[in-house]
């Protein structure tokens, strides 16, 4: 894919300082290493053999529909740009006919919350009627954290061209035909609700004027009052907020830095993630996601209290090289190094997973 494009999602915010947090500090926990315990019921799951690998599919969010099908609860976000798009942690016209007629399990809404709140609240009521298993609200994105990367790729609203841009772009003719082959160049969720929503542009500017600096708590608790199933708070990374979190009755939270894409300087999820989890973890599920790249990174974050992880790059680096099959892949990878991370540190269930597998 164009440059420009990869390091939309691979980069963060300003200096990245904490985009690399997340990593390093997670790479630090080392574990123990367990010997001669019987680890026969330990869930090990081959890799997918046989899994074909077809050509990068540029168009390709729908086939992270069938990529996450095995999985439990896949997450579909607002802003899925096609028809049947799921992301594995993220969008709803997408929710009514096209996505819950073609999803054979539950699954989960992404949402942030927008000035314009009729609008809002009209998406929660087609998840509802969707029969979406869990709202996840976004709250960490009430303003844009600058990504000097985007800035220089001419990733803006409106896009810039630039000579370099357009050579960037003539380079990689497969991903362009097929972008251009695509039927949908725009956000699923948004068509029909708002005009002009088929130009990318003008849908970028509506979206870029849309982000509520008045945003607080009254609001989620406003969502709460309108959405009757599983809340989840996304882009928590402060004790206070996590208990302010307890208060509005949401059933989970998860421990994010938005994958140091908003705060630069904020800390490491991994590294607030334990005293989250000591102050309200007895009151709310703790998910957690930044910087897991590996099974290890996963066994890092259930060690430390986390109930579940999100992936973002990870599934996306996948989906980027192979299509669908590539995030089901990258899923596959990380579960099997779960479970032979598992063995070697003598544990045989995920709910044996505790500190003491940590060798701090
Ligand atoms: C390209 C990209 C797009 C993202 N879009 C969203 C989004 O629409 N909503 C959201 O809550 N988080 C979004 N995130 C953040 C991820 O949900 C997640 O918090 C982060 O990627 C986790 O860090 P990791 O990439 O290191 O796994 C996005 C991340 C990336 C890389």
């Not at 998406?123 to 844009?144: G, H, N, P, Y």
């Not at 990504?147 to 790729?153: E, G, M, P, V």
């Not at 302010?244 to 590294?271: F, M, W």
């Not at 102050?279 to 109930?307: C, H, N, P, T, W």
Request: hydrophobic letters at 40%; one cysteine or more.
């Amino acid at each position: 894919m164009p440059k420009a494009f990869f390091d939309y999602a691979d980069r963060g915010s300003y200096a990245e300082e904490t985009l690399r947090a997340n990593r390093d500090d997670l790479q630090q926990i080392k574990f123990r290493q367990r010997i001669l315990v019987d680890v026969s019921n330990a869930i090990f799951r081959p890799p997918s053999s046989g899994t074909r690998i077809a050509a990068a599919d540029p168009g390709a969010d729908r086939t992270v529909r069938h990529a996450t099908r095995r999985w439990r609860d896949p997450c579909l976000s607002r802003r899925a740009r096609r028809r049947h798009s799921l992301y594995a942690e993220h969008d709803v016209d997408l929710l009514d006919r096209d996505v819950a007629a073609n999803v054979d399990k539950p699954f989960w809404f992404q949402l942030y919350v927008m000035k314009d709140r009729g609008f809002i609240k009209a998406l929660i009521e087609r998840a509802i009627a969707a029969k979406c298993s869990a709202l996840v609200l976004t709250v960490d994105l009430q303003v844009i954290g600058q990504r000097h990367q985007d800035i220089k790729n001419g990733m803006t609203v409106p896009p810039e061209w630039s000579v370099s841009k357009f050579f960037d772009f003539a380079s990689k003719p497969g991903w362009v035909s097929g972008v251009l082959r695509g039927k949908r160049r725009t956000f699923g969720n948004l068509v029909g609700h708002l005009k002009g929503t088929d130009d990318i542009t003008a849908l970028g500017t509506w979206i870029s004027t849309q982000f509520d600096t008045t945003l607080n708590w009254k609001d989620v608790a406003w969502i709460r009052s309108i959405w009757p199933g599983k809340l989840i708070l996304k882009g928590i990374l402060d004790v206070e907020d996590a208990e302010e979190a307890v208060k509005t009755g949401a059933q989970a939270l998860v421990v994010s830095n938005h994958g140091g894409r908003q705060l630069d300087g904020a800390p490491s999820s991994i590294e607030v993630l334990p005293e989250i989890v000591d102050a309200v973890g007895s009151q709310m599920e703790i998910m957690f996601d930044g910087g897991v790249r590996s099974g290890q990174d996963v066994m890092r974050a259930l060690a430390l209290g986390a109930k579940s992880c999100m992936i973002g790059r990870a599934y996306i680096h996948g989906l980027g090289a192979f299509g669908g099959p590539g995030v089901a892949k990258a899923i596959d990878i990380i579960a099997n190094e779960l479970n032979v991370t598992m063995g070697l540190c003598g544990v045989n269930t995920i709910a044996e997973i505790d500190d003491h597998v940590l060798a701090i």
